[in-house]
């Protein structure tokens, strides 16, 4: 079994040594084998992020099997829409087992959504990777020993803001968030973890607005007569976008400090382009300007085969068909139970270079980048950004034995 430290494509080049070995009555019959990944998620409702994010899936797809697979066998990607609804998600997931027949499920994006698949993965005793949905309790209060989770949860992201938050010097806060459990999630973190850092902070006021309808102008004017110091953000996609459009008409952001949960990401600022705020500290992703080794190869990767540029799904796309690869070559099948086993501690070599499965919460130490919101002459950029390691900004061992069910494990 190959070393779970040996870069991916090291492993997959053995794996094409040892089918170069086979005779030719078992390459044949090898050849009509595939590993079905069984991929959902919210491809309708929440394109800007989900478009990239297919289009990662699929070179990282494209680039395995051009090495010879996993084991000699490809890997073969069934998507589903799940219309960012839990019920049609689980139809989904139940149709992708019974019809197409696939060994994995893959994906979501919504927290909700995931963790109904989660769910059903546990009820149905078969392997999920969560891609991208961040709650929490995906992984610690509903957690399962079937899903694991890819990218940084809300707790991760928020940690990693707080001390930036805290050197702002402000005490009177503001709380706007969408009211599902993504948006509860970290706006429960964010006031639990400020208070630990700065006793003496106030939230002054708090809107919870419905999922992709959100009233940008009663809730600006909620804020501004709060008259908060600061306010910390957690909207995202086109609630984002009207969020800025009316904070910036009525002055609600001048002389404030903010703090962002994702509005670093080039999904977004892309779409706020000239209406980018200045200075709000955000989690993102600045394509442009990453210069690691990993990274420029999978841009330049990505640019030649689509002819645009990466945006953050992309890389959680790509990323979670890499880890998946990885895995399925440490378990050398796709049962369940050796799937399992084999993602507790697994290392996987990522664009943001290596993350690791931890065996504790099944919670990847995937970063994000930290930074502020620039508009460079009308184009929303991030600046003064930095990665931030996602195994720092993870609760001790004991804590997530206190949030994680024993028979989680």
Known sequence: MPSTRRPLLAALLAASASWALLPAGAQAQASGNTYKIGEINSYKAQPAFLEPYKKGMELAIEQ????????????QLITRDDNGNPGDAVRAAEELLAREKVDVLMGTFLSHVGLAVSDFARQKKVFFLAAEPLTDKIVWENGNRYTFRL???????????VPEAVQLRKKRWAIVYPNYEYGQSAAATFKTLMKAAQPDVEFVAEQATPLGKVDAGSVVQALADAKPDAIFNVLFAADLARFVRE???????????????????????????????????????????????????FLAAYQKRFGDYPRAGSVVGYNAVLSLAAGLQ??????????????RGLQVDTPFGPITYRAQDHQSTMGAFVGTTKNDGGRGVMADFRYMDGAKFQPSDAQVRQLRPAAAN
Do not use: C
């Not at 940084?152 to 990693?160: G, W």
């Not at 990453?290 to 420029?296: D, G, L, N, S, Y």
């Not at 369940?336 to 993602?343: D, H, K, M, Q, V």
């Open 247 to 297: 904070g910036n008409t009525r002055g609600l952001f001048q002389g404030r400090g903010v703090v962002s949960l994702l509005s670093g990401e080039p999904e977004y600022l892309d779409t706020l382009k000239g209406e980018t705020p200045n200075g709000w500290i955000v989690t993102g992703y600045p394509w442009q300007a990453i210069q690691t080794p990993e990274h420029k190869a």
């Open 151 to 161: 990218r940084p949860s809300t707790y991760m992201q928020v940690a990693m803001l």
């Open 64 to 75: 395995i099997n051009a090495g010879g697979g996993v084991q000699g066998r490809k890997l």
């Open 330 to 343: 440490r378990a050398g099948s796709a049962d369940t139970e050796r799937l399992i086993a084999a993602f």
